[in-house]
DNA sequence: CGCGTCCCTTACCGGGCGGTAAAGTTTTAC
DNA sequence: GTAAAACTTTACCGCCCGGTAAGGGACGCG
């Protein structure tokens, strides 16, 4: 049969692979994360790994392409709304996730901030991280600069305004990971709003 | 001799290999750290480690409380300035250290912020962790409340104010550290500035 | 001196890790 | 139909890590 239903093709193994290599790392931590917990998480054996990676150090920098396309992949906002609308879903995308506290979303977040930190030490995975917080920082930045043109915000340094903005979306999120501050998301987004977005506004 | 700059005492020694470790971390970062790394960081053999500290867990437990009592040791502000002086103050050393760039600073950010994110898989560490945050948070919070009694700053929530304070600085020197953005504190410290602070001050 | 205590070294080990070799098994190609 | 190609498994290995056992030297105290 050809159906690709059916057949067990290499992408599908992979696949398979990057959701075993995510709930491994979920569970037992970056540190303490060995290839043989990613046998464990699927029904094909540890050893398949080594035919379609080459070896520990590739199997993980496909895991972090794979992380980084979905959680880009994820992002599902309206563009054609007016600036402050758009600007505040993404920010509660950023903090919340796609589907509001969906199912898996802080688990698949915990292990994205364990890669983002160990990435540091690794010039590719930086790389790869670096672009990707670009491409975040820069939509943010678009909405502001957008809202700016439209004079719904008044001139400030959109690109400043951007990074601020994810900065402080990243540490809640870091905040409630690591310290287990499960309030922090919110209290980011009651903070943006009363001391950011509110000298944002044109009218002042 | 009895003296104590002569003989060698465990408390001595204890800090020799708490720098060693500190090294040993700097270099190898988390993941990679071996026991054996700290050997090659100092004069003794690696096995006096577990004459003084029982094991790898409880040698990072003892070095955790020795990073950050170091950190909150390092904190000197002039208390008696007024609120918006200590406020600006409390950041700068909290973004830049506490002497302006200090050498060896960032390399021991670099060790505390991937100890931090670490500790979400360790209960002990992360109950250690969320103290400090706390006492850190708690002091901006001080300074904020401080500005408003007296006058300086408008009547704001100042546990949120403080929060956001603290989760930027964390953030921007998260950045610089992960992602290699060099520029990541003058950043943080201008958005500050220009978005937050101004609309903290009473006159507006 | 001699004995105990504290601190450190030398030598060694068991276990578990990532990785490989070779033998299936299934799918594709002609 | 059959041979090659693609994929997976079983069995195995060498290395290196954290930890221990045993001993040696320096100091304190009788």
């Not at 992979?14 to 699927?42: C, K, N, P, Q």
């Amino acid at each position: 049969m050809s159906d690709p239903g059916e057949t067990v093709s290499a992408k599908d193994t992979e696949d398979v692979i990057m959701e075993a290599t995510f709930r491994a790392l979920s569970e037992h931590g970056y540190t303490d994360f060995r290839m043989r917990d990613i046998g464990e998480e699927m029904d094909l054996t540890r050893q398949v790994i080594h035919y379609h990676f080459d070896g520990k150090h590739d199997l993980m920098s496909s895991f972090l392409e794979y992380v980084i396309d979905q959680y880009e992949g994820s992002v599902e906002v309206e563009e054609d709304a007016d600036p402050r609308t758009e600007l505040d879903a993404r920010i509660d995308q950023c903090l919340f996730g796609p589907e509001f506290e969906e199912f898996g979303h802080w688990d698949r977040m915990k292990v994205y901030h364990e890669l983002y930190t160990y990435a540091q030490n690794d010039d590719d995975h930086r790389a790869l991280f670096d672009d990707h917080y670009d491409r975040i920082r820069g939509s943010v930045v678009e909405v502001v600069e957008r809202g700016i043109e439209e004079g719904e915000f008044r001139a400030v340094d959109a690109e400043l305004m951007g990074q601020l903005l994810t900065d402080v979306i990243h540490a809640a999120r870091g905040r409630r990971i690591a310290l287990g501050h499960e309030d922090a998301p919110e209290q980011a987004r009651r903070a943006i709003d009363e001391f950011v977005l509110d000298s944002l506004s044109a009218d002042d």
